[in-house]
Nanobody, 125 residues
Framework: QVYLDESGGGLVQAGGSLNLSCVAS???????VGWFRQAPGKEREFVAA????????TLADSAKGRFLISRDNAKNTVYLQMNSLKPEDTAVYYC???????????????????WGQGTQVTVSS
């Protein structure tokens, strides 16, 4: 079993930054991790993903040039550094994980087996 705990959300003005963290516990080896977000009235959407050994990362077009995903396996933690935030980034951000010791290009939410409870990010204009 895997448990995921997100933190770092909050209220920030447009143009500001936030650094989200996702701490995994339980069985943590070979976890590929993704970040998703869901705004009110909208479907959950992919934001970023990182492979187990951080060899491969992928970002949604909306995140490219502004967000960075990284991980520290010694701390069982994946980070999402969000810069130049916009009001349209407002959403609940979820961390998700799946066991993959190879790069899996499927970024669909259904490919992930474990989910955190989410952390709210609100960007004011």
């Amino acid at each position: 079993q895997v448990y995921l705990d997100e933190s770092g959300g909050g209220l920030v003005q447009a143009g500001g930054s936030l650094n989200l963290s996702c701490v995994a516990s339980g069985r943590t080896s070979t976890l590929a991790v993704g970040w998703f977000r869901q705004a009110p009235g909208k479907e959950r959407e992919f934001v970023a993903a990182i492979s187990w050994r951080a060899v491969t990362v992928t970002l949604a077009d909306s995140a490219k040039g502004r967000f960075l995903i990284s991980r520290d396996n010694a701390k069982n933690t994946v980070y999402l550094q969000m810069n130049s935030l916009k009001p349209e980034d407002t959403a609940v951000y979820y961390c998700a994980a799946k066991f993959r010791n190879y790069w899996d290009p499927d970024n669909g939410s259904s490919s992930y087996d474990y989910w955190g409870q989410g952390t709210q990010v609100t960007v004011s204009s």
